[in-house]
């Protein structure tokens, strides 16, 4: 059966100074950010230096600045990373989920997201967005929201229209603050806080897909 609404597709961030064409170059991209990953979760963003995740990735200074400007940059297309990375694991969970079993799909993603909180590196610092630079990526949250929308969509065989994006935005903001306060001084979470965000948002969904 095909795709009603496929996810869109990504595009490399806007702070990626070169699209690397060459396997070569492609490797040198992707250590370049797990090296900023592992970085970040040694030191904190505000420590972070593009000369730091150069020695840890085993390149030149001057290979972090071909592809980004500065640190800032270099996060942001982390971010971006993180994104697409968690776009893909939440549809190969949702595959796994019944068709209309639209808590089941909702959980996915929820689980999902925990996961990578849990074991991703630098994604405790940097999932989304750069919280100490919120230019950097901005409307995070809504670009997440339109992912898993659609990727909902999908798996049911809803209609992606405004009611859905706007509740998915809706669920994705509120469940965003009260993970922000499990997760605070806690790795893995308070157990009973992540519970409560997993309450709130099949409350708050039921409304749309019961």
């Not at 592809?67 to 949702?94: C, I, M, P, Q, S």
Request: hydrophobic letters at 45%; proline letters at 7%; aromatic letters at 6%.
């Amino acid at each position: 059966m095909p795709h009603r609404n496929p996810p869109k597709e990504s595009r490399p961030p806007a702070s990626l100074r070169h699209v690397p064409v060459q396997e070569r170059s492609a490797e040198r991209l992707t250590r370049i950010l797990d090296a900023c990953a592992a970085v970040l979760d040694e030191v904190g963003y505000e420590d972070l230096t593009t000369r730091a995740v150069a020695r840890r990735a085993g390149v030149p200074i001057g290979s972090v600045y071909r592809f980004f400007g500065n640190k800032r940059a270099l996060t942001d297309a982390l971010a971006h990373r993180n994104l697409d990375a968690y776009a893909e694991r939440v549809a190969a969970r949702v595959s796994g989920v019944g068709h209309a079993d639209w808590r089941g799909a909702v959980d996915a993603a929820f689980d999902e997201y925990l996961a990578m909180k849990r074991t991703v590196p630098g994604f405790g610092l940097v999932d989304f967005g750069v919280p100490s630079a919120p230019d950097a990526m901005p409307d995070a949250n809504v670009q997440v929201a339109e992912r898993v929308a659609a990727l909902l969509a999908d798996h049911l065989g809803s209609p992606l229209d405004e009611r859905l994006r706007r509740t998915v935005l809706v669920g994705v903001e509120a469940v965003d603050a009260v993970l922000q306060l499990a997760f605070r001084g806690r790795p893995a979470g308070d157990p009973d806080l992540v519970a409560e965000a997993r309450t709130l948002l099949h409350a708050y969904f039921a409304r749309t897909l019961d």
